[in-house]
């Protein structure tokens, strides 16, 4: 198998705490084993700010995960790289690395600066989310389920700008999370390819964090991919339907609407970070949150259940990683 590339995974927000409570290499002790096991060379690693933090901190909370990695990749050269254009990732394929990419999960750090994306892009950013689940500067994100609130907007105008801006500098727009108004507007103004890093099918589980079949067709028509999102809300309506079997129908439902050519995964695996929710919360929960794939380590059943369904080695390889890759080479600089 060529490059695995996992498109999202909220790894750094438990590095940053971790490593402030005095632990180091935490990225080659806590992960590092299960990125090997499960064969895994590349990891899209998201910069987010919870909700407690902003608006005031959200700057120093993105830089504070963001050194923590570069601190992480100063203690274990030889293991891991911080990969800012194919060539690095290609490098750090070569000499047994796991490399990984930053990604902004909502642009709250920026404030409504533009000044601010150059830094960012400079610090190793390849992929900017506009939004989490919530309303910022740039677009109304996409909630988990019915809020209160008034009428949901689409893209501002420094959304408009934000777009331009990161065009031209090689940043990739990830649609994930932003609301159905907010999306349409990304489409009509983007000149590149648009990914969602980690949304499944609305078609097959409701959720409004899902894409419909028609968004779906619109992110490949601008050459983008839609990475599969293993956590149970997004997989099936029901738990006890919410396994890899039923992932797998996402992926076939993609590739019957757009071409194997615009699928990947972005897992965003979730379970190990439900230590940091409070039970208060969890329980006022209406559906647990939990990760049909069991850690990186179980990335190679994907594989086998897409062996099963009848896909190719080569189709395989196209959705476990050079989908991504692709979209990289075009995007880029």
């Known amino acids: 198998m060529s490059l695995i590339i996992d498109g999202h995974f909220d790894l750094l927000m438990d590095v940053a705490i971790q490593r402030e409570r005095g632990k180091q290499k935490v990225i080659e002790t806590d992960y590092l084993p299960g990125f090997h096991e499960g064969g895994v060379g590349a990891v899209v690693s998201a910069i987010f700010v919870d909700n407690s933090f902003l608006p005031e901190m959200g700057l120093r909370k993105a830089l504070q995960q963001i050194s923590a990695l570069h601190m992480e990749a100063a203690e274990s050269p030889d293991k891991i790289m911080i990969c800012k254009n194919v060539d690095d990732l290609l490098a750090a394929q070569?000499?047994?690395?796991?490399?990984?990419?930053?990604?902004?999960?909502?642009?709250?750090?920026?404030?409504?600066?533009?000044?601010?994306?150059?830094?960012?892009?400079?610090?190793?950013v390849r992929f900017l989310g506009f939004t989490w689940s919530r309303r910022n500067f740039v677009?109304?994100?996409?909630?988990?389920?019915?809020?209160?609130?008034?009428?949901?907007?689409?893209?501002?105008?420094?959304?408009?700008?934000?777009?331009?801006?990161?065009?031209?500098?090689?940043?990739?727009?990830?649609?994930?999370?932003?609301?159905?108004?907010?999306?349409?507007?990304?489409?009509?103004?983007?000149?590149?390819?648009?990914?969602?890093?980690?949304?499944?099918?609305?078609?097959?589980?409701?959720?409004?964090?899902?894409?419909?079949?028609?968004?779906?067709?619109?992110?490949?028509?601008?050459?983008g991919v839609i990475g599969m999102n293993a956590v149970n809300f997004f997989v099936s309506e029901r738990d006890e339907e919410a396994d890899v079997e039923h992932l797998i129908d996402h992926v076939d439902h993609i590739v019957k609407l757009a071409g194997v050519e615009h699928v990947g995964i972005g897992l965003d695996i979730t379970d190990e970070f439900m230590k940091y929710v409070s039970p208060d919360s969890i329980a006022a929960m209406p559906r647990k949150p939990f990760d049909v794939v069991k850690r990186h380590a179980s990335i190679p059943e994907i594989i086998r259940a897409l062996e099963k369904r009848g896909y190719t080695h080569k189709a395989i390889e196209l959705i476990m990683g050079h989908n991504f890759l692709n979209v990289y080479r075009e995007v880029w600089r």
């Not at 070569?94 to 960012?120: H, N, R, T, W």
């Not at 893209?155 to 090689?170: K, N, S």
């Not at 932003?178 to 648009?194: L, M, Q, R, T």
């Open 94 to 124: 070569q000499a047994g690395k796991v490399g990984f990419v930053l990604s902004l999960e909502g642009a709250e750090p920026l404030y409504d600066d533009l000044s601010m994306l150059p830094i960012f892009y400079e610090l190793g």
């Open 139 to 223: 677009a109304d994100g996409s909630h988990f389920s019915l809020m209160r609130e008034g009428r949901p907007g689409g893209i501002t105008e420094f959304g408009v700008r934000l777009i331009e801006a990161a065009e031209v500098m090689g940043i990739i727009i990830d649609v994930s999370h932003i609301n159905d108004e907010g999306f349409w507007d990304v489409i009509s103004f983007a000149k590149k390819p648009v990914i969602a890093s980690h949304s499944n099918c609305r078609a097959l589980a409701s959720s409004m964090r899902n894409l419909t079949d028609e968004q779906i067709k619109a992110i490949a028509c601008t050459g």
